[in-house]
């Protein structure tokens, strides 16, 4: 019997858990959060039971039946508000065991005190750790009542809370969608949705060869149901326009609304501004690759992690699953989570042929996703000298491209530490890729003089240090179990 | 107007009345509804900044709502720099903003 680790508790990893299971592995699936279900299945606790929860979301019924299983399941071991800040896969074998590495995990409540220090040593891992929003900066977008996509979503389904009483949502892709009929859902007026993307992008990234679509008709009918829903809640939605610039003193008071060109330039002579409480803004996503790069996996020229038919990475023994191998949705994750989990626990592909046709099929809509929605190139145009790059560390775009400039620094860690730009609590996770975007585009050839990535975070998540000098309880053991998870019913699967 | 709670009566998934939870914020004490997040019943109770920048002095609050951003550290029963968005409030829970100044310039 295999002892398989699952990291991330979204759709990806709840059916990795799943699937490791049915073939008998003893299964360990940790998530940082104080539940299961990722950001996409993001729920109310459990003593704020409500009856038709299932209207907010999407894939709910199958969301419950996998949590459901996994937690009367007594060979799968669930950890949750327990955050993996480390992988040391480097290690010799002897520290590391045969598997692909030490696994560090800190349990309790978020950022608290005297957390309990675990490390694990499983045969193999499975990443399913998932993306977090891009939102690319702007004027304004630093002031309280600025939110991505993700925090309104976050609120209204975990808490019921909506972010303001008059919303304008914005940026780019498919996910806009389901924010604006969330903020809907919870009592705010959306006064329009603004989509970056002009309508011959989106036409060009979703039509050709339409007969494709037709097995996603799902995927179809799931956005055209949040068109509908829009229509009916009368949002209007417009393309090739965002918000260029947010205004406040302690809190944002207006948006100013432009159109875009086909790179995402903002078209002088366009703008309108608009009163509102807050703002959602999301132009994409990006993975958590840490754990990953940790782990020692092959990443993609794209910028995701390389895996095969099997879901295997670079790394033996560690395998990938969901947004982290592509932008691509629930359903995507979900085919891609059972078979990294059958293939964890000593499976083959094959064995599971639905789900290949499953993958294959949701991997073309990843595509049309990212052909329809990606961002353009011309998006630096919106941001002044004025306007913060990085957050953390209060960084101006002025102050990067002074200090650029006398320096004549072409590289990105030189630059990262003479201005502090990337260098703050958040780890660059925000800003990191527009930072790289930013000081490219300043460089003959658009390209960096080094090839230091923003991604690489050896600490994945900050601990004190009272916690990390404390000694951590010696290995835990798997549960030890089992009698596999019972196969799916034979017939129609869901 | 700004960010507030959907009442539970008006909500269209139905849910159960919930149970209330109590905390302070910088001295005040504020309610909000059990199981909600730190920043979660101090948005729904009017407040947008959590914290005040070190460089600018500027206002920041919830922005990516997840736990990646670390934009809305506050301090909790004592311990500092805990995310607002991760951390689920507890009755009876001293939450006080953070404002860490610049070391003063060295005469």
Known sequence: MSSVLILGAGPAGLAAARAARRRGASVTLVDSSEQLGGQFWRHLPAERPAARERILHHGWDTFRALQAQLVADDGCRILTSASVFAIDATASPSTTGTGPGRVHVIVGPSDGTGRERIELLPDAIVLATGAHDRTLPFPGWDLPGVFTGGAAQ???????????????????????????????????????????????SLVRGWLPRPWQLLPAAKKGAELAGYIGGQLKSRIPYTTGASVIAAHGTDRVESVTVASLDKNWTPVAGTER?????????????????ELAIAAGCQITDERFVAVDDAQATSVPGVYAAGEITGIGGVDLALAEGALAGHAAAGGNPFDLPGEVRKRRIYEGFARRIEAAHGIRPGWPDMVTDDTIVCRCEEVSFGALCSTAESTASTSLRSLKLTTRAGLGICQGRVCGRSLEQLIARRLPGNTLGDTVSTDRRPIAVPL???????AARPTDPSPTTPTPLADPPKGPTS | MTARLLPFSDDPIRPSSPASVSIQFDGAPIEGVSGQSIAGVILASGPLGFRRTSVSGKSRGVFCGIGVCFDCLVEVNGDRDVRACQRRAVDGDVVVTQHDALPGSIA
Do not use: I
């Not at chain 1, 807050?278 to 994409?284: E, N, R």
């Open chain 1, 154 to 200: 976050a609120l209204a389904k975990g808490e019921r809370l909506a972010v303001g009483a008059h919303v304008v949502v914005a940026g780019a892709g498919p996910f806009l969608l389901p924010v604006a009929a969330s903020l809907a859902a919870t009592g705010s007026r959306v006064l329009g949705v603004f989509e970056s993307s002009r309508l011959s």
């Open chain 1, 464 to 470: 004190r240090l009272g916690e990390l000098a404390a």
């Open chain 1, 273 to 289: 501004t608009l009163a509102v409480d807050a703002v959602c803004v999301s132009h994409g996503f990006t993975p958590r690759l």
